[in-house]
Nanobody, 115 residues
Framework: QVQVVESGGGLVQPGGSLRLSCVAS????????MGWYRQAPGKQRELVAR???????RYADSVKDRFTISRDNAKNVVYLQMNSLAPEDTAVYYC?????????WGEGTLITVSS
């Protein structure tokens, strides 16, 4: 059984910062990529950021220069540091862990950006 668990969501004011964490645990082959996706109300799930095992990141244009993804391979943990948050960042954020043959998802954590 594989578990992917996110933490760190909540309510934040515009311009504020939050840090999300995600840990993958259980029995699985080596994780290749880890990433964060989000789904806002009434919209499709979209990529926020992904990072390879070698630490190479990829970001959505909407979050470049504001969000930073990082990971600890030894612990199967991925982080998302989010700065300068805006109301349009409000969404449920999902963590994804990709092995050679499987894709695992967390249940999501809600981030609300509002004054």
């Amino acid at each position: 059984q594989v578990q992917v668990v996110e933490s760190g969501g909540g309510l934040v004011q515009p311009g504020g910062s939050l840090r999300l964490s995600c840990v993958a645990s259980g029995r699985f082959r080596s994780i290749i990529d880890m990433g964060w996706y989000r789904q806002a109300p009434g919209k499709q799930r979209e990529l926020v950021a992904r990072i390879t095992g070698a630490g190479r990141p990829r970001y959505a244009d909407s979050v470049k220069d504001r969000f930073t993804i990082s990971r600890d391979n030894a612990k199967n943990v991925v982080y998302l540091q989010m700065n300068s948050l805006a109301p349009e960042d409000t969404a449920v954020y999902y963590c994804n862990a990709q092995t050679y043959d499987m894709s695992y998802w967390g249940e999501g954590t809600l981030i609300t950006v509002s004054s």
